[in-house]
């Protein structure tokens, strides 16, 4: 098993920048691919980014390319999402999220899910 929780989320301007973190504890070599999901009020949870266990492959929904960028360290069991030029849009509750293969990162199944992190982007 593994347990993930997010951290880093509040409330930003529009065009500021925020961090998220997603430490990782338990079987973290399960976790190939570790991703960012949103899910803003009234809308259906989405893919934001995914990345490769070495960090070599990372990929990224449309609305958040040139914007964001996931990485992660493994010494630290830490994933993380810089968020830059944020817009009142991004907006959601941000979620990480792990499982041990990579097949389609927007739309494959993840075992292993965090409890959410607020993010707020201010006009």
């Known amino acids: 098993q593994v347990q993930l929780v997010e951290s880093g989320g509040g409330l930003v301007q529009a065009g500021g920048s925020l961090r998220l973190s997603c430490a990782a504890s338990g079987r973290t070599f399960s976790t190939t691919i570790m991703a960012w999901f949103r899910q803003a009020p009234g809308k259906e949870r989405e893919f934001v980014a995914g990345i490769s266990w070495l960090g070599d492959s990372t990929t990224y929904a449309d609305s958040v390319k040139g914007r964001f960028i996931i990485s992660r360290d493994n010494a630290k069991k830490t994933t993380y999402l810089q968020m830059n030029s944020v817009k009142p849009e991004d907006t959601a509750v941000y979620y990480c999220?792990?499982?041990?293969?990579?097949?389609?990162?927007?739309?494959?199944?993840?075992?292993?899910w965090g409890q959410g992190t607020q993010v707020t982007v201010s006009s």
């Open positions: 999220a792990g499982d041990s293969s990579w097949r389609r990162p927007a739309t494959q199944h993840y075992d292993y």
